[in-house]
């Protein structure tokens, strides 16, 4: 036999080896394999050179002999089969796709109050060292095999019986809501405030993972700061004169108190981490000592007048002129911490007899009527040119609801006279605030002249180098005021006469933009806007002197009895170029209309 006839003959025989060496298996699932995939190689040209030098190596006589063996008993063909495990890797890692599964961990879901349980799932993973081996071993048949692949269970590091029972232990913790009480108040952590307090961690171990289930900590602090800030007694700061720089006590201040919030904690955790037990928790306050004392009052950096509002009240009556030293007096020698919001109606408080005011004018629901503290809005104008030339935030600021011809002068400082720069206030409404961005204590030193007829307002604190520019202003919108009367009807009033409550004006619109600077760069470009809406004559009328379309009826010529101011009885008439201002949340907010306050104390 030739080579040529004995490798046709070998390749014959081992030809469905060759084509197909070996099915593997998965479940349902079957990979074939060539020979050059997984690396194995049958070395059929070898064997014949090795089976043909038989008789043809050596001398004439040991051939003979190897020749004549040969003839009597046939000769053994040496096949080898080599395996490359690299690429028989590289298939099974390439090619057997799907096998390789990761286990699923149990998982909690909570939704609100809503805990549920999602159930773990075991994984699988392939094996590749054991089956390598079992594929070289099934090779070595030189036949067809089917080899099943070598795989190993991965059980979830996280068992739904560890999860089930972090379910029941949170059901336990928020199944009751807990109360909390401060002095006569009481705050309630209800179920869903509870659940949104509870963490769930997971704990890795050597037999498995556990679950560490708790209230947020942080989230409790900061509960409890609010609870601390809704039910703690402010401490009132000490009264303190400029006095020429050497700061003065004038009127000591007084503690505060507040909840000892770390007790608190203690408390409070605890009865959340026993849920059977009583879930009310009373908490008791401490004292908070006054920020400012005499000890450290020359340290507050109180060292430079920051800035001066004025405002003049020539012509104002002498319910008005009450008024405006009520007010003064009460916002005199006031401190403004670092960061703290200023708010008039706060510092100033009850606007009544108990704190110095009179009855006097002011617009209350569109119509000027009597009402205690008429005319304080003097003051709030006053001290809102103060801090608008301090360059501080103003966060809130309404405007009059007419135009009063006494808020022009000074207005605009060195800029001149005009209308446009007012604020008015009213208890329970319109206020005027502004925030000490300044990083140091602001002093306020109120003053009112009644000779000169002019009032006052000086800020001190720490010069902050801020340059205030002031653009405009410029007014627009001119209307003129409405021809038409408005009757209101008045019980009080006599029938057939007439009681003139508001004096026709027009009404315009004044734009100007404060610039803030500081080391020479801008920090704030804010524009402010005023509105003064078009007034009538408004006249209070008896109920019985009214017809149906809300005008007087026929009858003889009414009495007018003697014009009741519209602002103040004591004052000069406005100017006539004239208006009423609509308000706006905070005159340097981006321009928009907001709804027109109820009432001011103009």
């Known amino acids: 036999m030739t080579p040529d006839e004995a490798r046709q003959t ?5 030809s469905p080896f060759l084509a197909q060496p070996l099915t593997l298996t998965y479940g349902d699932r079957t990979w074939t394999p060539t020979v050059a995939e997984i690396g194995v190689q049958l070395e059929i040209d070898n064997a014949i050179q090795e089976a043909y030098a038989a008789g043809r190596q050596h001398n004439p006589l040991i051939n003979l002999s190897e020749v004549f063996v040969v003839w009597q008993h046939g000769i053994e063909l040496p096949l080898h089969l080599t ?11 390439s090619h057997v796709n799907g096998v390789d599964q990761p286990a699923v961990d149990a998982e909690l879901e909570i939704d609100g109050t809503l805990v549920r349980v999602k159930p773990s799932a075991s994984g699988q993973q392939l094996l590749i060292d054991e089956t390598l081996q079992e594929i070289t071993a099934a090779v070595q048949d030189l036949s067809p095999q089917q080899v099943a692949l070598r795989t190993r269970e991965l059980q979830p590091r996280l068992s739904d019986t560890v999860v089930q029972a ?35 961690n997971q704990v890795s171990g050597d037999q498995g993972d556990s679950l560490a289930v708790s209230f947020d900590a942080d989230q409790i602090r900061q509960k409890i700061t609010a609870i601390g800030d809704a039910s703690a007694v402010k401490g ?15 009127k000591e201040g007084t503690s505060g108190e507040r909840i000892d919030e770390a007790r608190a904690f ?31 009052l020359q340290s507050l950096g109180i060292t430079d007048l920051i800035s001066i509002g004025k405002s003049d009240f020539t012509g104002s009556a002498a319910y008005r002129v009450t008024n405006i030293k009520a007010g003064m007096a009460l916002l005199d020698n006031i401190l403004i911490a670092p960061g703290e919001e200023f708010s008039f109606n706060n510092t100033v408080g009850r606007i009544d007899a108990s704190n110095g005011f009179v009855e006097g004018y002011a617009i209350v629901q569109n119509r000027t009527q009597l009402e205690w503290g008429g005319g304080i809005c003097q003051d709030s104008t006053t001290i809102f040119r103060a801090a608008f030339w301090a360059g501080l935030p103003i966060t809130e600021r309404w405007g009059h609801s007419f135009y009063i011809s006494w808020y022009d002068k000074y207005a605009f400082g060195d800029n001149g006279n005009g209308p446009g720069m007012d604020a008015t206030i009213f208890t329970g409404g319109p206020d005027l605030k502004f925030l000490n961005d300044t990083g140091h204590w602001l002093l306020i030193q109120t003053s009112v002249d009644t000779s000169s007829r002019v009032a006052e307002v000086r800020l001190y604190g720490t010069d902050t180098g801020r340059e205030v520019l002031l653009e405009g202003p410029t007014i627009s919108n001119r209307v003129p005021a409405p021809s038409e009367p408005v009757y209101v009807a008045e019980p009080k009033i006599r029938q057939g006469t007439r009681h003139q409550s508001d004096k026709a004006r027009g009404g315009m619109q004044i734009d100007f933009t404060r610039i803030v600077k500081q080391n020479g760069q801008v920090i704030e470009s804010r524009g402010f806007v005023t509105k003064f809406r078009p007034w009538p004559d408004i006249f ?16 003889a010529t ?27 949340t905070d005159p340097g907010q981006q321009p928009q209309e907001t709804p027109q306050p109820a009432a001011d104390a103009g």
Do not use: C, H
């Open 10 to 14: 070998l390749e014959t025989e081992f």
């Open 83 to 93: 395996v490359n495990q690299d690429v028989m890797q590289q298939y099974l890692t």
């Open 166 to 200: 972090g379910q029941q232990q949170i059901a336990a913790l928020i199944a009751n809501p807990l109360m909390i009480k401060v002095g006569d108040q009481e705050f309630s952590w209800t179920i869903d405030d509870l659940a949104r307090l509870i963490r769930v």
């Open 236 to 250: 009132v700061y000490p009264r303190v004169d400029w006095n020429g720089g050497t700061l003065t006590i004038v």
């Open 266 to 296: 203690d408390l409070i955790s605890a009865a959340l981490e026993n849920p059977n037990g009583d879930r009310t928790v009373s908490l008791s306050f401490i004292t908070v000592p006054p920020p400012v004392t005499a000890d450290n």
């Open 540 to 555: 209070e009328v008896n109920p019985a002197d009214l017809g149906p379309d809300g005008k007087p009826l026929p009858t």
């Open 558 to 584: 009414p009495t007018v009895e003697g014009q009741q101011p519209t602002t103040d009885p004591g004052q000069q008439q406005p100017t006539t170029d004239p208006g009423q201002q609509q308000p706006t």
